[in-house]
C-alpha cells in the first residue's frame, strides 16, 4: 500500500530538517545570550503625553427663558431645529398682560381729564387773585381775602404739578406693562441648534420668583471638551500645549486641538459646604479625595460628528521624537526623573555591561535614548542568572 509508503517519506524529511533548524537557532542566539530575559533597543516613534477623561460641550449655547408669567400657548420649534436669530419661538397667553397695559392707558387717559379739570379750575383762581388785587389797590377789599385767593391759586398750581407727575409715572408703567406684553412673544437671542426643551404648549409659567427656563439653543461648531486632569498631571499642562482627542463613537478618528483655558480652581463637589454626620469619615474621604482640574480646548465641528455631553479621552502632548533609539523603561535602572541612568547590555557571548544611558522624553512605556546604547543592542530585564543558568 502507497500509505506507509508515504509516511515514512515524512518522517525522512522531518529527520533531515532538525540539523538546519538547529544550525539556524545556533546563529539567532549565540551560546550565553539564550540564559537572558533581554529586550531589544530599536528606532521609532515616541510621544510624551499626558491624559485625562472629558465631555464635549458646545462652546457658545444661551438658555432662553420667560420673563412673563401665564399658560404657553404656542411653542414654534422642537429638538433639533435650526434656529436664526429674531425667529419667533414660544408664545405665552397674553390675556393678562393685555388686560393690565389697556388698564394703564385708561389710567392716563383719566389722569389726563384731571389734569384739565385742574387747570381750568387755575385759570379760575388766577382770575380771582387778580380781582382781589385790584380791589386791594382800591382799598375795597380785607387783606385776608387777597391772601385767599392767593393761597387758593398756589393750590390749583400745585395739584396740575401733581397730575402732571402721576401721568409721568402711569406712562412708564405703561411703558413695563408694554415691555411685559412683548416679553410674551419670545425670540430667538441668537442663531444655533435647539439642543433642549423643557417645557410643553399648555403649560404655565410662573416668572415672579425666577425665569422658567423653556429652551436652551447652541452653535454645534465649535465644540469645547472639558477635560479634566488630576493634580499629579496638572503642572504639565499648559495653555497652547498641542492635544488631541478621541470618542467613543469616533473609532480611530483623532481630533486635534490645542489648550485655550486651564481653570485656576477645580469644581466643588456637590456636598461642599455640608457638614458630614461623622467628622473621622469626614477626613478620611477628604484625604482620599483626588483633585481635578478642569482644561478647555475647542475643537471645529462642522461635519457634526461631535455632539454635546460625549465622552472623550484627551492627551497633551507634550514632547514628541521620530525615528529615535528607544528602549523599555523596564530595562533601565534608576530614577526616571533623573539622567544619566543604568542598563545592563547582555553581549553575544552572555557577558553583562553596565552602562550610563542618557535619556529624553518617554511614553510611560518607552524612553528616547539619547546617549549609551545603539541599535540593535539587547538590554537585560531579569536576573542576571536567567531562568537556563
Known sequence: ????????????????????????????LPPGRERFATVTVSRGDIESSVTALGTLHPRRYVDVGAQASGQIHKIHVE??????????????????????????????ENLKAQLQEQRALHDLARQKYQRQQRLNAGGATRGEDVQA???????????????????????ASLRSDEAELGYTRIYAPMSGTVVALDAREGQTLNAQQQTPLILRIARLSPMTVWAEVSEADIGQVKAGMP?????????????????????????????????????????????????????????DNTDQALMADMTTQVFF????????LTAPIAALQGDSRATPQTARVVGGNGDIQVRQVRTGISDRLRVQV?????EGEHLLIGPATGSGG
Open 317 to 324: 502632548v507634550a514632547g514628541q521624537a521620530r525615528d529615535v
Open 149 to 171: 385767593a392767593r393761597a387758593e391759586l398756589r393750590t390749583t398750581q400745585a395739584r396740575i404739578d401733581m397730575f402732571r407727575a402721576q401721568i409721568l409715572q402711569a406712562r
Open 370 to 374: 539619547l546617549d549609551g546604547l545603539a
Open 243 to 299: 492635544a488631541y482627542f478621541t470618542t467613543l463613537s469616533g473609532g480611530s478618528r483623532r481630533w486635534t486641538s490645542t489648550v485655550r483655558q486651564i481653570l485656576p480652581v477645580p469644581p466643588k463637589p456637590l456636598e461642599a459646604g455640608s457638614q458630614s454626620s461623622s467628622s473621622s469619615s469626614s477626613s478620611k474621604s477628604g484625604s482620599a479625595r483626588v483633585v481635578l482640574y478642569t482644561v478647555l480646548l475647542d475643537v
Open 79 to 108: 429638538i433639533g431645529d435650526r434656529v436664526k436669530e429674531g425667529q419667533l419661538l414660544v408664545e405665552i397667553d397674553p390675556s393678562t398682560q393685555q388686560a393690565r397695559l389697556d388698564a394703564g392707558r385708561y389710567s392716563i
Open 1 to 28: 500500500m502507497n500509505r506507509p509508503r508515504r509516511t515514512r517519506r515524512a518522517l525522512l524529511v522531518t529527520l533531515c530538517l532538525i540539523p538546519v533548524v538547529a544550525l539556524a537557532a545556533w546563529q539567532i
